[in-house]
């Protein structure tokens, strides 16, 4: 029988996952059944810890001279401040290894408080008002958003049906409500998801290694994105050309969404209950409070998979993603028919294509989604089942749905300029999505050799030059150009097309301060002097 060696509301020094940095943490529990120690951090974090992930906070004492000496205080805010401290890549690997010994257990005892104190000034920032604010305050915004989000997808797609979608005509005619549920729509979905989940398994493209995962393990992931865009483009190209008449989506866009939107929930249900059942060390960090609609709406298991099957990534790059691209097609050859056009008009055009590039880029470098946020480090739960099943395919595609019925003829000046803006976003956004990934894969990668880092306490290290030198987040600044080419041919008349834009800056600004507390926590001071080299988020010299 193992011994129990802390005791609830003992202080100790808690390893925070993933990374070799230890905060002082209080025990709440201990579970005899899993073996593993329920936690709370500074912040109102709780975790379940590992009885070896956990340190006495009297037997935690630092090996590494040289780094304790360098890391004393005063020394660590001169330091930060000195350009010496960014490294070229070629050193800034031994630098990080050192940097990743030295907050360990262990040795000789006489540097043991100052240690300590150093390692807890990586502590976490305690939050305003204190946890239980905290918690209710996410509590309620689980039940708000849950209920929210489908009616404001909903309100958007009553809306965009309207000759005049202004705010001046709210609330929008709602259709009675047996008419959006229907029997068709729903097997059509359902074909849909099924025909990407078969293109998915079968055995084409390269099988790409996600970042280690809190256990070491790294899962594989079939990467053949590229060719199911393709083989769904001739699929419904054929289709086409046997008579399916596409314009049904546009004509029964609700009933798909209504469709989609319980297929999104069911998933999310089935999400939920499987996530009870899986050992802990496979559960996101967040997402498992233990509040049944919270746990339900942010998810709960890190990748849940059925064998090799990953939901979240199939979910994320395939059916609402593709979908979004024949929804844009359809909505095309339905503009021909209302505005009897024998080509799409130029507005359509653009926001066809764009969108088209946008999709296509994801799928073609799709291996550089296993570095991104939602992969890494989110739950999958009801919030992104519902976003990308329903909110990406039903809502991204809102501007060509307007241009419908909502002609905007555009002059060669404004199409060139259009064209440039999206050029330039795009560039922006590939480039650095691009080199951060690269960078994660293969920090000694000889065509990153030129690029300055910062060594961080978890063996990782941080770009401080290139594209995450301008700004912290580059990849959302060429994002956003983009979205502004998306609805510049909408023209000006409605507030509707610009709903991505405006959507998007709250969603990135929103992404970006999570993404930054999350850095904050993990890489503590060499996060802050990252911060203090880049001054800006996302736009250079303005935010
Ligand atoms: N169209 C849409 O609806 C949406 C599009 N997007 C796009 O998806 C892409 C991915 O976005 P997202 O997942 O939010 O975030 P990022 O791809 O920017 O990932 C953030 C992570 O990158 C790492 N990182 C941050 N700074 C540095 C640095 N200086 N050097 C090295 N690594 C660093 C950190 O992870 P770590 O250190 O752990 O590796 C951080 O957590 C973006 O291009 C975004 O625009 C995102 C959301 C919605
Ligand atoms: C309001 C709500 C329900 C939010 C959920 C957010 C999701 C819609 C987005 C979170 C991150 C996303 C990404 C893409 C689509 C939107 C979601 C799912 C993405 C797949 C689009 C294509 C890009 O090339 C991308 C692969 C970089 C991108 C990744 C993030």
Redesign the pocket.
């Known amino acids: 029988m193992p011994t129990v060696r802390f005791q609830s509301g003992e202080m100790v020094m808690g390893r925070w996952p993933g990374s070799n940095l230890y905060y002082e943490v209080k025990v709440l529990r201990f579970s005899p059944k899993s073996q593993l120690y329920t936690v709370i951090y500074k912040d109102g974090t709780e975790l379940e810890l590992k009885d070896q992930d956990i340190k006495s906070a009297t037997g935690f004492r630092t090996r590494s001279r040289s780094r304790s000496r360098s890391r004393s205080p005063a020394r660590r805010r001169s330091r930060s401040r000195s350009p010496a401290r960014i490294t070229r890549r070629s050193s800034s690997r031994t630098a990080a290894v050192a940097a990743a010994a030295a907050i360990t257990e262990s040795t000789p005892n006489s540097r043991r408080d100052a240690k300590l104190k150093d390692v807890l000034e990586v502590r976490l920032k305690p939050l305003v008002g204190g946890p239980k604010t905290l918690i209710i305050f996410l509590f309620v915004g689980a039940y708000f958003w849950l209920l929210f989000l489908p009616a404001w997808v909903l309100f958007l797609l009553l809306q965009v049906t309207l000759v005049d979608p202004s705010l001046a005509n709210f609330p929008p005619p709602l259709p009675p409500l047996e008419t959006l549920f229907d029997g068709q729509a729903l097997g059509i979905v359902l074909l849909w998801t099924l025909f990407q989940a078969l293109l998915y398994i079968l055995p084409v493209g390269k099988l790409s290694e996600g ?1 280690p995962l809190r256990t070491g393990e790294r899962l594989k992931y079939r990467t053949n994105g590229f060719f199911a865009i393709v083989v769904s483009a001739v699929a419904v190209a054929a289709a086409v050309y046997q008579g399916v008449d596409l314009t049904y989506i546009h004509s029964n866009f609700l009933q798909l969404a209504v469709a989609s939107f319980l297929g999104s929930f069911l998933l999310s249900v089935y999400l939920y209950v499987r996530s009870r059942y899986v050992p802990p060390d496979q559960l996101a960090l967040g997402g498992n409070s233990g509040n049944v609609v919270y746990d339900f709406f942010k998810g709960h298991e890190l990748n849940p998979r059925i064998k090799n099957f990953d939901l979240k990534f199939f979910c994320e790059m395939r059916p609402g993603l593709i979908g979004w691209c024949v929804i844009n097609f359809a909505m095309a050859l339905a503009e021909m028919q209302e505005q009897h056009l024998e080509a799409p008009s130029h507005a359509m055009i653009l926001v066809n294509l764009f969108q088209l590039l ?1 999709v296509v880029d994801g799928l073609w470098n799709e291996e550089a989604i296993l ?4 992969l ?2 989110d739950g999958f739960g009801f919030m992104l089942a519902f976003g990308d099943l329903v909110w ?1 395919p039903f809502t ?1 595609s809102l501007q060509a749905y307007y241009l419908v019925t909502h002609p905007n003829p555009l002059g060669l000046p404004a199409l060139i300029a259009i064209v440039a803006i999206k050029l330039l976003g795009f560039y922006i ?1 590939r480039m ?2 691009s080199q ?1 990934n690269a ?2 894969r293969n920090p000694s990668d000889p065509k990153l050799a030129h690029l300055k880092t910062i060594p961080t306490a978890t063996g ?5 030059s290139g594209w ?1 030198g301008v700004v ?2 580059p ?2 600044l ?2 956003l150009i983009m979205a502004l080419a998306w609805s510049l041919p909408c023209g000006f008349s409605h507030l509707l097309p610009w709903y991505y834009m405006i959507y ?1 800056i709250i ?2 600004v929103h ?1 970006n301060s999570r ?1 930054m507390s ?2 904050r926590r ?2 503590g001071s060499a996060w802050d002097e ?1 911060c203090q080299t ?1 001054r800006y988020r996302i736009i250079p010299g303005i935010y």
């Open positions: 970042m946008y570095t991104t946020m939602d890494m480090h990406v991204y956004f650095s999505n951060k960078f994660r990782k290290s941080l770009l401080v995450w912290r987040h990849n959302y060429g994002d998007f969603l990135l992404r993404d999350e850095c993990k890489y990252y880049v």
